[in-house]
């Protein structure tokens, strides 16, 4: 979390303003054209850096760390590689030296088939926007209060599937379970109200030994990077199974991650200082007089094409810094790869709601699309796209990768 730098010139003709620009290089996993091999590869522009190809003649110290099919080397490294990394891709970006070999490795980024990132270790979930909270409070708890008694005092949260995280652009197949019915009779069938959950996550890229806490501080120590997940729900499933343990089948079937990490390195002019908090956390919880561990994201959630929502992050009550620090408290270790998510990003205006629980207030409300169509929840065939945005230096802007998904019919 140094101050923000000017981002260096690169040779690629690029926009100012472009997403994807030398200011950001996000790391993902991908194959080229005709070859079968994933490998570790950086973003520019509308293209993809294959990191290993480029510094076997760039570079060739690096390769033994960023070698394998995905970021998993790269992310047990710890942050002075992930530095010197970085900086070394920006070298070779904007070197006219290096341009010769750098185009050699450098693919359309429409040729090539993306992969997960990373190996998923552990996959926590937060809930962690007290305007999602409360609004889920006044849906499910209608006269209750709003949040539970724990709510201001911990980030809620729950261990989830690994297994099943998938990686943008994978269909996400209707799920089948139990539900009960308004009349009360318990049924079984594919659920028929299918959600999102717009989030952003974290990549825990260096572990922790057990019993050892990770207080607040070392969170750049451990964390590498952001995604964008969307958390698909099936509220029916989940509304009848999720006491007293907390959500399982309704969650489990799959969630979305971008195929695109953010590094923290290119989030030095994002950091903003999170909500006032009362009452004040508990001591290992306590920032207040900690640099600011807030982001301000925008995300943006599309459905066939059309806007439905914009979410702030940067009104998110618990940090990722908190989160990291909550969820090994009791000394649960960390791995290489483990990812937690925010939980729904929700913001106080209605058109800010990152689920569809909240924009169709549980189905009361449906919203209708540009042309035409009425939406409550999901319908097979239905895509969702979220994305965002961060401040970057200068004033520019740089474009989380996406995170896309589609609803195909249950089994
Ligand atoms: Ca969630």
Request: with cysteine; charged share 20%; net charge negative.
């Amino acid at each position: 979390m140094t101050a923000a730098r000017s981002a260096p010139h690169t040779w690629l003709h690029l926009p100012a303003n472009h997403p994807f620009g030398i200011a950001h290089l996000p790391y993902g996993a991908f194959a080229p054209p005709g070859d079968p091999r994933t490998r570790v590869g950086v973003r520019i522009g509308d293209a993809v850096l294959d990191l290993v190809g480029a510094a076997v003649q760039l570079d060739p110290r690096l390769v033994p760390l960023i070698e394998g099919d995905n970021l998993d080397r790269l992310l047990a490294a710890g942050p002075e590689t992930w530095a010197a990394t970085r900086a070394a891709v920006a070298g070779w970006l904007t070197d006219g030296e290096a341009r010769p070999i750098v185009e050699a490795h450098l693919f359309e980024l429409a040729a090539v088939r993306l992969e997960l990132p990373f190996t998923v270790a552990d996959y926590v979930d937060f809930y962690s926007s007290e305007h999602h909270a409360r609004n889920l409070g006044r849906i499910l708890r209608p006269g209750q209060e709003e949040l539970p008694p724990n709510w201001l005092h911990l980030p809620v949260g729950y261990h989830g599937r690994a297994g099943t995280v998938v990686v943008s652009g994978t269909d996400v197949t209707r799920p089948s379970g139990q539900r009960r019915t308004a009349d009360g009779e318990v049924v079984f069938g594919p659920t028929t109200r299918l959600d999102i959950e717009a989030e952003v996550g974290y990549v825990v890229g260096v572990p922790s030994p057990l019993g050892s806490p990770v207080p607040l501080g070392a969170f750049a120590d451990h964390v590498f990077g952001i995604c964008l997940v969307n958390d698909w729900s099936a509220r029916d499933i989940q509304g009848w199974e999720y006491q007293p343990l907390g959500p399982f089948l309704g969650k489990s079937f799959a969630t979305s991650v971008s195929a695109w990490v953010t590094p923290l390195a290119a989030l030095d002019a994002a950091w903003v200082a999170p909500p006032p908090r009362d009452p004040r956390p508990l001591p290992y919880l306590d920032d207040a007089d900690a640099a600011p561990t807030g982001l301000d994201l925008r995300l943006k959630v599309r459905l066939n094409g059309h806007s439905v929502a914009r979410p702030p992050f940067a009104q998110m009550y618990w940090t990722g810094a908190q989160q990291l620090a909550h969820l090994t408290v009791n000394g649960a270790s960390l791995r290489t790869g483990d990812l937690f998510a925010s939980g729904t990003v929700s913001g106080p205006e209605p058109g800010e709601r990152g689920s569809f629980i909240e924009l169709s207030w549980n189905g009361a409300e449906p919203i209708t699309l540009p042309d035409g169509q009425v939406r409550t929840f999901l319908e097979d065939g239905d895509e969702v796209v979220i994305t965002a945005t961060a401040p970057a230096p200068d004033g520019a802007v740089i474009g989380l990768g996406e995170v896309r998904g589609r609803i195909v019919p249950a089994h």
